[in-house]
T-cell receptor, first 115, second 112 residues
């Protein structure tokens, strides 16, 4: 079956622009996670949804970052007034159950480059 | 605060050899320790995971060894193959918090 998909795969933004990154989780998956992966590093947790509820947003670096999952399926990560330090790969993952299971299925990521 | 430390940063192994990647953690709230494999341009894929009350778990050529008292765990890849060349991440997962904390990764190259 289809895995987690993300779009766009690549995004170049000028500093100060707003961007929106989309995640389509595996159908029926309850939990959805966003991670930020800097070059040469492991993914870092940003936020976690269970259905439409955002249960944890403690990893969002600043109030310029906003995530939503209004109908409990597709999620969008929005970054306002992008800065060069926002350049990274943004990974989305989903899992079947709620309860914060470790069994997460990752998408291919969106590589954001801020110039 | 780096809660999961991974070593080595890179590893070169001959085909048929054993690849060993080590991790150490600090957060005792972690209740699962998964390993992920990531190929260039792809997202991480779950390989194998272990609970802290188990000392070893084996799946095919992949084995996790876990030392709870030392807060260390390692991944062993037996009979390493060129197709295993990828970046490997260890992680600590806190089910209550619903979040995983990853190490910085090990780039494995298996030479034919």
């Amino acid at each position: 079956g289809a895995g987690v998909s993300q779009s766009p795969r690549y995004k170049v933004a000028k500093r100060g622009q707003d961007v929106a990154l989309r995640c389509d989780p595996i159908s029926g998956h309850v939990s959805l996670f966003w991670y930020q992966q800097a070059l040469g590093q492991g993914p870092e947790f940003l936020t976690y949804f269970q259905n439409e509820a955002q249960l944890d947003k403690s990893g969002l670096p600043s109030d310029r970052f906003f995530a939503e999952r209004p109908e409990g399926s597709v999620s969008t990560l929005k970054i306002q007034r992008t800065q060069q330090e926002d350049s990274a790969v943004y990974l989305c993952a989903s899992s079947l159950g709620g309860g914060g299971t470790y069994e997460q299925y990752f998408g291919p990521g969106t590589r954001l480059t801020v110039t | 605060q780096q809660q999961v430390k991974q070593s080595p940063q890179s590893l070169i192994v001959q085909k048929g050899g054993i690849s060993i990647i080590n991790c150490a953690y600090e957060n005792t709230a972690f209740d699962y320790f998964p390993w992920y494999q990531q190929f260039p341009g792809k997202g991480p894929a779950l390989l194998i995971a272990i609970r802290p009350d188990v000392s070893e778990k084996k799946e095919g050529r992949f084995t996790i060894s876990f030392n709870k008292s030392a807060k260390q765990f390692s991944l062993h890849i037996m009979d390493s193959q060129p197709g295993d060349s990828a970046t490997y991440f260890c992680a600590g997962h806190n089910t209550n918090a619903g979040k995983s904390t990853f190490g910085d990764g090990t780039t494995l190259t298996v030479k034919p």
